[in-house]
Structures are given as structure tokens and as C-alpha cells.
């Protein structure tokens, strides 16, 4: 089975601006996850989507957006930009909502200027 | 609110050492990932585990979910090793907020 992917893998931003990050999940997993990691803050969770619908919501003000396709596809938008946002946006795949059972994607690498 | 914590936070070491990274939580679990991460890279989950000991190749993880303690171990250690591990566990609150909660990991360096 192909594993989690993630596009774009690099992207540089303005202050101001939005961005959409996009994940396809493992075939078959219904449920995807997103976190951010960065130096200070270390990895965190963002949200997670199952069945197009957001199931968990982790700390993140509400610039930090989401949505999933039938297909399990899934974007997060994140609207005006922060230089803060600048961090490695990693997604998850998981077969069931809210699992343990996680497998990661590479990360979009996001820097903001 | 789950805290996890990893010690040490950097290690250098010899190739060949055995090496050994710990993590705790302060609440009750029901799985606990150990992921692996090299420089500008990725997230690759090595080890899921709920009990027990794991191993793959020269990589071993063991749970004490009484103690809430896991330890990874490596032996052999090579400089291909050297990445940051982190830790992250898995304890759902049924709140709306699940999802796992991360070590700040450990930086390990395998000197030739």
C-alpha cells in the first residue's frame, strides 16, 4: 500500500497571506489527523477529520482550518498568515476515528516571511 | 492534560554504544509511539505499543504502563542513527480533543 502523502512539501509564504496544505491518506483510512511542529512548541495537535467531518480539535486558534473529501482526502487552511505559523505541518492516517493506530506523512515544510 | 517527558534531551555517543532513551507520562494510556526524525526530514513512526516489549532489528521498545515509563533502546549504534527521537502517547479524553501528545524528544548524535 502507497503511505501518506503530503503536497506541497515546501512552501514559502508572506505574512498576511493563506495557505492550503493538502494529505491523502494510506487507501482505506477514513480518519486524518494533523499537527504542527515547531522549534518552541514541539509537535502539536492540530485537528482531526473522519468521514468529513471534524471529529477532535486540539488548541489552535481558529486561522487553523480544515475540511475533508469523500474520497478521505484532506486540506488545512490556515488564513492570515503569522511568521509564527513558520513550522513543519505534519498529517496522519489512521483506519478509525480517534486511534492510536497512526501512520505520518512526510510534512509540509511551511515557511513564513 | 497528558505530560510527557523525555530524557535525556541530547545524548552523544560512540558507535557501537548501547543506547538507551526514556519517556514518562503523568496519565493512564493506551498506546505509546516511538517516531524517529532526521534532520530537515520527516516523521517515521518506528514502534506502536500498548504492553509488553517490541523489536525491530537492532531497535527495541518496552511499556511499563504501571510504572508509565517506556525506554527505546538500540544497540550496535551506528552514525546512521543519529536523528531525534520523540516520544508520543496516546490517552483519549473522549472531551473532543483527542489526539497525541509529544515528547520534546531527544537528540541523539552517533560519533564514528
Known amino acids: 500500500k502507497a503511505g501518506v502523502t503530503q503536497t506541497p512539501r515546501y512552501l514559502i509564504k508572506t505574512r498576511g497571506q493563506q495557505v492550503t496544505l493538502s494529505c491523502s491518506p494510506i487507501?482505506?483510512?477514513?480518519?486524518v489527523s494533523w499537527y504542527q511542529q515547531t522549534p518552541g512548541q514541539g509537535l502539536q495537535f492540530l485537528f482531526e477529520?473522519?468521514?468529513?467531518?471534524?471529529?477532535n480539535k486540539g488548541n489552535f486558534p481558529g486561522r487553523f482550518s480544515g475540511r475533508q473529501f469523500s474520497n478521505s482526502r484532506s486540506e488545512m487552511n490556515v488564513s492570515t498568515l503569522e511568521l509564527g505559523d513558520s513550522a513543519l505541518y505534519l498529517c496522519?492516517?489512521?483506519?478509525?476515528?480517534?486511534?492510536?493506530?497512526?501512520?505520518f506523512g512526510p510534512g509540509t515544510r511551511l515557511t513564513v516571511t | 492534560k497528558n505530560e510527557v517527558e523525555q530524557s535525556p534531551q541530547n545524548l552523544t555517543a560512540q558507535e557501537g554504544e548501547f543506547i538507551t532513551i526514556n519517556c514518562s507520562y503523568s496519565v493512564g494510556i493506551s498506546a505509546l509511539h516511538w517516531l524517529q526524525q532526521h534532520p530537515g526530514g520527516g516523521i517515521v513512526s518506528l514502534f506502536m505499543l500498548s504492553s509488553g516489549k517490541k523489536k525491530h532489528g537492532r531497535l527495541i521498545a518496552t511499556i511499563n504502563i504501571q510504572e508509565k515509563h517506556s525506554s527505546l533502546h538500540i544497540t550496535a549504534s551506528h552514525p546512521r542513527d543519529s536523528a531525534v527521537y520523540i516520544c508520543a502517547v496516546w490517552a483519549p479524553s473522549g472531551g473532543g480533543a483527542d489526539g497525541l501528545t509529544f515528547g520534546k524528544g531527544t537528540h541523539l548524535i552517533i560519533q564514528p
Open positions: 487507501s482505506g483510512h477514513r480518519s
Open positions: 496522519a492516517s489512521s483506519p478509525r476515528s480517534a486511534s492510536y493506530e497512526q501512520y
Open positions: 477529520y473522519f468521514s468529513e467531518t471534524q471529529r
